[in-house]
């Protein structure tokens, strides 16, 4: 999850939301300690299977900064040379 940060950042509340009126409107879990444990976990794993989706649908432009908002531009990947 470090590594793809971003995604949990854009994406955590759909199933976050999605959760909470689930749960608060239903009333089947009393304790908010708990609904709030739930609710975060679903987040999480919601916002993991909204982007694994999105890359299974070859959408990965939802969760990719734009070149233009880069502080430093991506390095070129290194090329092997043959020996002489």
């Known amino acids: 999850c470090g590594e793809h940060s971003i995604v949990i950042y854009l ?19 009393p304790d908010i300690g708990t609904v709030s444990l739930l609710v975060t976990i679903a987040g ?5 299977a909204i982007w694994r989706t999105a890359l299974a649908v070859h959408a990965k432009f939802l969760f990719e900064r734009p070149d233009s908002f880069w502080i430093a531009p991506k390095r070129p990947a ?4 043959a020996a002489e």
């Not at 994406?11 to 879990?29: D, E, N, Q, S, Y």
């Not at 290194?78 to 040379?81: E, G, I, K, N």
Request: hydrophobic content about 60%; aromatic content about 8%; glycine content about 8%.
């Open 44 to 48: 999480v794993a919601g916002s993991l």
């Open 11 to 29: 994406a955590f509340f759909l199933p976050m939301a999605a959760t909470r009126t689930l749960l608060l409107k239903t009333g089947v879990i």
């Open 78 to 81: 290194t090329m092997l040379q």
